[in-house]
């Protein structure tokens, strides 16, 4: 007798989304009560809870102006950069049919920054004074670059209707390489304090988050993630192939169009708003279809949940390991991920063999 | 009816499949054969939608294929390709119920549970699919094609599957066979590609022998099965043998003698 499946998995992956969405929860509150000032736990709660119309204790001034106007902000973007970056690194997985994708590694990112340090050169009157200009112009622009880049590393690496991965990694690193150089020769002619700007953000920066950017970038991400939430049965059969997607009755060119869309759009958001951050959208894919499985109904909102904790977290961990500096957020993902890279690639290899 | 009318497809101006015609109607089971390089697996992709042809027309159930949507046409026909891999650690019946996108199933659960059955791949529901042997991973997808056409429909169906006994062991090579013949009970016409004779000759209805391009013959099993033609289209020679017992015709393409291998001799 067979188990008893649609029933019994669908409960399954509610309870491990439910679960994922309790330790976020979590690790919000212990993001919004650290810091350089520490707010304690009752204190933080009973902020959150006067922003409802609910007494639940007294606090001080400063703590309320700290957490309502810094912390809360940056958390925010945090849960949604980090949400997005895990969902689109699962969904290129998923459309290159490859387990090593991620946005950095197609040329998402490096194409999103190029674009955005054009913009942020071309048009310097806007970065001065923050205006609606630079908030909706510098996205615009990172995601027209995310788009070229994935496109043209898509268009090289697929030769007769498959994708070849040798090739799908070596037009990454071309793609990735000429827009390096290019960011390089943009920042020449840039003035000393563009670049010293720049310098950080290409690490990425939570730092910068503020409650006018707040709204955008939920829009500009959460939609195309929910977008990408409908598209998972059609993914599923991708994982196939495209033939076999295509004898099941999907239209494969339009799901594709709209996946590259979508995650050309999440990520050339989430650069644009605080910098290249890297890895997460590889390790966070990889680690949800290792604990359960590949559905990608499961994989996608798992994605989201889990990129947004461990954004978070690294975030908790780069303001509290130099107090009262900041880290890159950058370099702490990047010394949880390259570790994790390196063995991926090992237990591949190992399972080739 | 599956109906295929003067396909003509040139690679580099080289005809591979050339004015090929043939008729597959519901309830019947054609086998092609031909050597390896005749242009079958791309006859296939032609009448499966995979590859568009300028010249020739392919209609299901009366339809031109090129005015179908891929929905539409995963309504009427089902494919098994030759391989399929999958990149990423799902379960055998994950990938079984693959299938289900494009039923309108009101039972999903007893439809994979009874294609499944069948298929005798219900042990394996829980393994993940790429370690399974190359057997059970053929028979796992011909389950996933299954469920696409498993539920009766008042309009004829067709399933094309391209050699889908290859990685199989004999039990299960006619297993298969046997399944298929229970889909001409539900108004389902089935092409395959085949290699081996014996098995189109035990259970097609009609077989169509091609060769560099082009149909040499196309027919009820016992026209098509003459020395002659095989010999020809096969460029080997074939002797059909009759079992005087059962009153089957078996085809045995051992070489007559040693003497057709050359031997060297030592210096």
């Not at chain 1, 969405?21 to 350089?36: I, K, Q, R, W």
């Not at chain 1, 190029?114 to 995601?143: D, E, H, N, R, Y």
């Not at chain 1, 290249?276 to 996608?300: C, K, N, S, Y």
Request: glycine content about 8%; some cysteine.
């Amino acid at each position: 007798m067979i188990p008893t499946l649609t029933h019994t998995k669908i409960q399954r992956q509610n309870m491990t989304l439910m679960s994922f969405g309790f330790v976020l929860g979590l690790v919000v509150l212990t993001s919004l009560s650290f810091g350089a000032f520490s707010i304690p736990f009752p204190q933080t709660l009973a902020i959150l809870f006067d922003q409802m119309g609910l007494s639940f204790g007294s606090y001080e001034l400063q703590q309320s102006n700290v957490l309502l106007q810094i912390r809360l902000p940056r958390v925010l973007m945090a849960i949604v950069v980090g949400g997005g970056l895990g969902i689109s690194g699962a969904a290129l997985q998923g459309m290159f049919r490859n387990p090593l994708v991620e946005p950095g590694l197609i040329g998402v990112s490096s194409g999103s920054a190029l674009f955005a340090v054009l913009f942020m050169v071309l048009i310097p009157t806007a970065t001065a004074t923050f205006s609606w200009v630079k908030l909706l112009g510098l996205p615009f622009f990172a995601f027209v670059g995310g788009l070229t880049c994935v496109t043209a590393v898509y268009q090289l690496s697929k030769s007769q209707g498959k994708i070849d991965a040798a090739t799908l990694i070596l037009a990454g690193v071309a793609i990735n390489a000429l827009a390096g150089s290019l960011i390089g020769l943009v920042l020449f002619f840039a003035d000393d304090s563009a670049l010293r700007s720049f310098t950080f953000w290409s690490l990425g920066d939570l730092g910068g988050a503020t409650w006018a950017k707040i709204p955008l970038t939920f829009l500009l991400i959460v939609i195309p993630s929910i977008l990408l939430l409908f598209n998972a049965r059609q993914l599923n059969t991708l994982a196939l192939g495209e033939q076999e997607a295509f004898h099941m009755g999907v239209n494969v060119q339009q799901v594709k169009i709209r996946l590259l869309i979508s995650c050309a759009l999440i990520v050339g958001v989430g650069v644009s708003m605080v910098g290249m951050i890297g890895f997460v959208g590889l390790v966070v894919p990889h680690l949800i279809r290792i604990l359960f499985g590949a559905d990608h109904r499961l994989v996608l909102p798992g994605s989201f949940l889990l990129g947004a904790i461990l954004l978070n977290f690294a975030d908790l961990v780069a303001r509290l390991i130099v107090i009262p500096a900041e880290m890159p957020i950058g370099v702490i993902t990047a010394l949880i991920g390259a570790p994790f890279f390196i063995w991926l690639i090992f237990n591949l290899n190992k399972s080739r063999n | 009816m599956l109906q295929a009318s003067q396909i003509h497809f040139c690679i580099r101006q080289r005809p591979i499949v050339d004015e090929v015609s043939l008729q597959l109607s519901p309830g019947e089971i054609l086998a092609v054969l031909g050597p390896n390089g005749a242009g079958k697996s791309t006859f296939f992709k032609i009448l499966s939608g995979e590859i568009t042809c300028k010249h020739g027309t392919v209609g299901y159930n009366g339809h031109n294929i090129r005015s179908l949507k891929s929905k539409e046409l995963a309504a009427v026909r089902a494919v098994m390709p030759q391989h399929s891999q999958v990149n990423f650690p799902f379960t055998a019946q994950e990938v079984v119920e693959l299938g289900l996108i494009s039923t309108t199933s009101k039972n999903p659960q007893k439809l994979i549970e009874e294609v499944m059955e069948a298929t005798n791949t219900i042990h394996l529901n829980g393994q993940v699919f790429n370690q399974l042997s190359g057997g059970e991973k053929q028979r796992v997808q011909l389950a996933r094609v299954l469920v696409q056409i498993w539920e009766s429909k008042p309009f004829p169906r067709y399933l094309l599957l391209d050699e889908p006994t290859s990685s199989l062991d004999i039990a299960q090579q006619h297993a298969v066979l046997k399944i298929l013949q229970t889909l001409k009970s539900r108004n389902i016409g089935i092409l395959l590609i085949l290699h081996d004779l014996n098995l189109a000759a035990q259970y097609a209805d009609k077989i169509a022998l091609l060769k560099n391009g082009i149909i040499a013959k196309i027919g009820k099993v016992e026209d098509v099965l003459e020395e002659k033609i095989l010999q020809d289209v096969f460029d080997h020679p074939i002797q059909l043998i009759k079992n005087a017992a059962t009153g089957v015709t078996h085809i045995s393409a051992a070489t007559q003698s040693y003497s057709a291998i050359p031997t060297f001799k030592l210096a």
